[in-house]
């Protein structure tokens, strides 16, 4: 699998598929069974003009696949982080990233590049590269490039929105090496958007 989406909510979907679209083999990963279950079924239970049919197609082409193993992340060369941040009522809960990054950080491959889609509060995101490096540590593991690239959805035009950005957004919170970096602007080749 070159890449892992965790979390396939309406974000982690549309990058799912979209990465489909774009040629990549990719795994949409969601811990919650139920989750699973229905995205194996389809349709999708998001409004978003053309996704049914790009999750399908992708599904089709083997291209995309659904798990609720979240040791899948251990064959994915980059992986996409787009689980919820908000809590419902207009403020933030870190509880649910956090608990992701518990999961998956310790199985990513020395060679992973981690990429958070997820909005993330502005004090959660100063200790983004601090959580992240630690828990390698304690693994035993190397160090990995965390990246974030947020994402522009707009409300009914989330397929568009990915397909064909107006911009790519990369923030660098741990690249040493310019790895991770290097590796995204390789993979958004088949866009025209600015990479910013």
């Given at each position: ?13 549309v ?30 239970p ?10 399908a ?82 693994a ?12 522009f ?8 929105d ?15 090496v ?19």
């Amino acid at each position: 699998m070159a890449g892992g989406v965790v979390g396939v909510g309406l974000v982690g979907a549309v990058t799912s598929g979209g990465l489909g679209a774009q040629g990549h083999d990719v795994g949409g990963i969601e811990v919650a069974a139920q989750r699973t279950e229905a995205r194996l079924e389809g349709p999708m239970p998001f409004h978003g003009p053309g996704l049914d049919g790009m999750v399908a197609a992708n599904r089709a082409a083997r291209r995309l696949s659904f798990t609720a193993d979240t040791a899948a992340v251990a064959d994915a060369e980059v992986i996409f982080v787009a689980v919820g941040t908000h809590d419902g009522n207009g403020g933030w809960q870190t509880g649910t990233i956090q608990a992701c990054l518990n999961e998956i950080v310790p199985r990513l491959a020395d060679e992973a590049v981690l990429v958070i889609r997820s909005t993330l509060p502005p004090w959660f995101l100063a200790r983004l590269a601090g959580i992240v490096g630690r828990m390698r540590e304690e693994a035993g593991r190397g160090e990995v490039p965390v990246i974030l690239n947020p994402e522009f959805t707009k409300a009914g035009t989330p397929v568009k929105d990915f397909l064909e950005p107006e911009r790519i957004v990369l923030g660098l919170a741990h690249d040493v090496v310019a790895r991770g970096a290097d590796r995204l602007r390789r993979r958004c080749r088949g866009t025209d958007a600015p990479i910013l």
